[in-house]
């Protein structure tokens, strides 16, 4: 009994953990969009969407996701996991809630530092809710999927859909400028550095043992969000 309910436990802290990774990361998507100096190239597409269609950033972001997870499931013929369904709607409403919260600096020097604090604060993001094991964020999911359907490098794939939905953003109108190419050229890096603190960080907090990570050997690549992706 004491053990079943250990097991629980540990279930109820990793998808917290999950969860928090989920929300600090979309605070910093937030961060980066009310710089305004440009968004990575997902934040872009949902941007645009807005520009052109209405509702809210974050409302575009869940619909997206929707999308993105029903096509996911359908190449591999199976339920979509429930971390990517969590994640979906989790940044989708934070976002919403820290963009209303947050208000773009007047002068250029803030709103530059505002666009870095964005990316470092995205990479402890990704960090935390990678390392508790909870599941890929959607684009990571049709990403794969893609990977198995095409046989081509997870690196290949990744590529081709960022810069994909980075032209289509772009076209709606979506912010792409500086803070685009810092993050596009960045956040690999940020992540590489994030990773390994945030699983040792984990790993701790669960009571189990671990090494330091090395992202670049992980089936999944860094923009897992899953924001705004």
């Known amino acids: 009994m004491e053990r079943e309910f250990a097991k629980h436990e540990h279930l109820l802290a990793r998808w917290l953990i999950f969860m928090l990774g989920i929300i600090i990361m979309s605070f910093g998507i937030a961060l980066m969009i009310k710089a305004e100096l440009g968004s990575a190239p997902w934040d872009v597409l949902h941007v645009g969407l807005q520009h052109q269609f209405g509702l809210t950033v974050g409302t575009w972001s869940i619909i997206i996701g929707i999308v993105i997870i029903g096509l996911s499931s359908l190449m591999e013929r199976r339920l979509p996991q429930a971390g990517s369904v969590v994640n979906m709607l989790i940044v989708g409403i ?73 032209i289509i953003g772009w076209v709606l109108g979506g912010p792409v400028f500086i803070g685009t190419i810092l993050f596009s050229l960045g956040i690999g890096q940020v992540v590489g550095f994030t990773l390994p603190q945030c699983t040792i960080m984990v790993n701790r907090l669960l009571g189990r043992g671990g090494t330091r ?11 897992d969000y899953d924001g705004t992706g």
């Open 94 to 166: 934070f976002i919403d809630l820290f963009l209303w919260v947050l208000s773009t600096p007047d002068s250029f020097l803030m709103r530059l530092l505002m666009l870095m604090a964005g990316i470092i604060v995205i990479g402890y993001g990704i960090g935390t809710y990678i390392a508790p094991g909870c599941g890929a964020g959607p684009r990571d999911s049709l990403m794969l999927a893609l990977q198995k359907k095409t046989g081509w490098k997870v690196s290949r794939v990744r590529s081709l859909m960022e810069v994909l939905v980075l």
């Open 213 to 223: 990570e090395n992202i670049n050997q992980r089936s999944l690549r860094t923009y």
